[in-house]
């Protein structure tokens, strides 16, 4: 059991139609999301808690790096003996509650009911000190209090309803209640009683009173009762106001009731695993459609197309996100003795804002202290994993990551260069603010030199520009706008990768490659963030720096041969001349570098090159000007050599 400084909650539920899941999965996603500490949470449910919930809860937490056990409970037996007609209409969960002080070993813990949003830092309410006291509880709104349907019950049991508490969130002091035999004695209460309104919470007040109970502020359980509805319908907006939000009676959030109270719910059922965007349009349309009317702004007839209805509605409730957070991303970080840099690299992954990632490390057969880098981050942060292989290349290196990954969109990383802390959540929000497949920023060259590291930092007008595929496919070809023909800028998604991988035969262009296999398919637009994210370092001792000629370039010829071939195709052929163009520039890179720098072997490169590549070419449609004399002197070194 993690003990120590964690904030253990426990929730209790029984879920036959997965309602309650997917509430309680809202309710933790708000812990969570505002809670900056340690936290437990502790599940009791029974057999109608589903596999694809199970793990969903899993995620979620996992996603925060939090803790969380899961408790089958039995009551059947037990659960016979109640009279009480209350038991058909409330949830048998409710009673796994009493359950708590003889399953969670602990000295306190938090219980939540699974209708209620913690818009607030749950310590708060953890540090109060309830330690000569049983529980901690709010009372109850006055309307239930002097409900004449129960005064008249509770006055025979004794029960104070000056002092009448809700359950729905209780601090227990477990030290103090483990004595009690809390289930046995509540259901020795219900055996004897016909009706008994409000069950677990009927008999907590019967048991504990007075000085047993210390009774808390109230925006630790506000109760969003119909009455509260109708008040607050005009009032504004409460996203940033502390409190713990009940939905008890009837009126639910899901019923598609709408105040603001009720888009706090939406705002973190969408942050959930159980918030898929496609799943919840029908709701929130319905919710921003009733509070227009309300506030008279609405014809229901006609005004908005359903389109810029939803959009203005997941604007609004997910404070101006319109993203769901689930979604996650695999970063394939390749690595082969980078340990000068991976933990720059890795520590600027781990620190991103957007954290559900998983991070695939693959060790490309490094024979440095890389592997133990990787290890001492893996065990503080359980979202990277860890692959050894034996030195492979850079590409075979990523597909490994690409066929091993199971978040929902893809990223790369090189090991010697860093990001923002930003990046991944700029390009994953845009990509679903323009429902691309493929979301792009710029980067920044940094250079390094006698230990001082330069980034050349532009300052943009404008942040992001929509590129249609042929505008998309022209600023690859030609590099252009810092778009890169790399991959690590760019964020893809993974269904929409299919079957697509890095050319392992190739050493040198292989991102360029895969680039354009992927924007060949791709028929949308991409949307490109000029905001520089991602720092990519000219290091020292690279080729990039030093000029020299290695062989492994020559790959980069393959690359744009099958490019070329590709744009022969009539789909592609509208390309044609464009990737000619950037096909002979890069030949004649290729010759010149050689030349330069290595004299020795230039007349066998270019005999490769040009057995290979260059008489591939077709001269027609070149125009007249620098490309076309850069082919003609191709052509005519033969002459020479």
């Not at 009372?139 to 005064?151: C, G, P, V």
């Not at 393959?558 to 052929?573: G, Q, R, T, V």
Request: with cysteine; net charge positive.
């Amino acid at each position: 059991m993690y003990s120590g400084d964690y904030i253990h909650i426990a929730m209790a539920f029984t879920d036959k139609t997965g309602l309650y899941s997917k509430n309680i999965g809202a309710t933790i996603t708000s812990i969570l999301t505002n809670t900056n500490h340690k936290v437990y949470i502790h599940l009791l449910c029974d057999e109608t808690l589903s596999n694809e919930n199970y793990i969903k809860f899993n995620e979620l937490v996992c996603q925060y790096g939090q803790k969380i056990k899961f408790y089958n409970i039995n009551l059947d037996n037990k659960s016979k003996l109640i009279k009480s007609k209350e038991l058909n209409r409330v949830s048998k969960g409710s009673l796994y509650r009493l359950m708590i002080p003889e399953l969670i070993d602990v000295e306190k813990v938090i219980y939540l009911d699974s209708d209620l949003i913690v818009n607030l830092d749950i310590s708060t309410l953890w540090n109060i000190n309830i330690k000569n006291y049983i529980l901690g509880a709010v009372l109850d709104i006055e309307s239930s209090r002097n409900d004449k349907r129960f005064k008249k019950f509770y006055e025979s049991i004794n029960v104070d309803l000056n002092r009448y508490f809700n359950a729905g969130v209780i601090i227990f002091n477990l030290n103090k209640l483990r004595n009690f035999d809390l289930l046995n004695k509540s259901i020795e209460f219900f055996s004897n009683k016909l009706d008994v309104p409000h069950l677990d919470q009927s008999v907590l007040n019967y048991f504990f009173k007075d000085n047993d109970v210390k009774l808390l502020d109230k925006k630790y359980n506000i109760i969003v009762s119909d009455e509260l509805m109708k008040i607050n319908i005009k009032e504004k907006k409460i996203d940033n106001v502390s409190g713990i939000y009940h939905f008890a009676g009837v009126g639910k959030p899901w019923n598609g009731i709408c105040n603001e109270y009720d888009k706090l719910y939406w705002k973190y059922l969408i942050l959930s695993p159980w918030g898929e965007k496609e799943n919840l349009l029908n709701y929130i349309e319905l919710i921003n459609f009733q509070e227009r009317a309300l506030e008279g702004f609405l014809d229901t007839q006609n005004i908005y197309s359903k389109k810029i209805f939803i959009e203005k509605s997941l604007k609004r409730i997910i404070n101006g996100k319109g993203i769901n957070m689930n979604e996650k991303i695999s970063i394939i970080i390749p690595i082969y003795n980078a340990e000068k840099y991976l933990e720059r690299c890795l520590n600027s992954i781990t620190g991103q804002t957007l954290k559900n990632l998983e991070i695939i490390l693959v060790n490309d057969g490094s024979t440095d202290k890389s592997e133990m880098i990787c290890k001492n981050f893996a065990i503080k942060d359980n979202r990277i994993r860890i692959i050894n292989i034996k030195k492979s290349g850079v590409s075979i290196a990523r597909n490994i990551g690409i066929n091993l990954s199971t978040g929902n969109w893809i990223g790369f990383v090189d090991a010697d260069d860093c990001i923002e802390n930003d990046m991944y959540e700029i390009l994953y929000s845009n990509a679903i603010k323009y429902n691309v497949n493929i979301s792009v920023c710029g980067y920044n060259r940094a250079f390094k030199y006698n230990g001082i590291i330069e980034l050349n930092k532009v300052v943009l007008d404008t942040n992001c520009v929509k590129l249609n595929y042929k505008e998309a496919m022209e600023s690859l070809l030609s590099n252009a706008k810092d778009f890169a023909t790399a991959n690590w800028n760019k964020l893809y998604k993974k269904n929409f990768i299919g079957d697509i991988r890095f050319d392992e035969t190739i050493t040198n262009g292989e991102d360029l490659l895969f680039n354009f296999y992927i924007l060949s398919k791709n028929k949308k637009d991409v949307i490109f963030d000029k905001r520089k994210k991602y720092n990519y370092f000219f290091n020292e001792g690279s080729a990039s720096i030093k000029k020299i000629f290695n062989k492994n370039l020559l790959t980069e010829a393959k690359s744009w041969n099958l490019i070329y071939n590709k744009s022969l195709s009539d789909e592609l052929f509208y390309l044609n001349k464009s990737i000619k163009e950037h096909y002979i520039n890069t030949l004649y890179y290729l010759i010149s570098k050689c030349f330069k720098t290595d004299k020795t072997n230039f007349r066998k490169v270019y005999i490769e090159l040009k057995e290979n590549y260059i008489n591939d070419i077709d001269f027609s449609n070149i125009s007249y000007g620098k490309v076309f004399l850069k082919l003609i002197i191709l052509k005519m070194i033969n002459l020479f050599i």
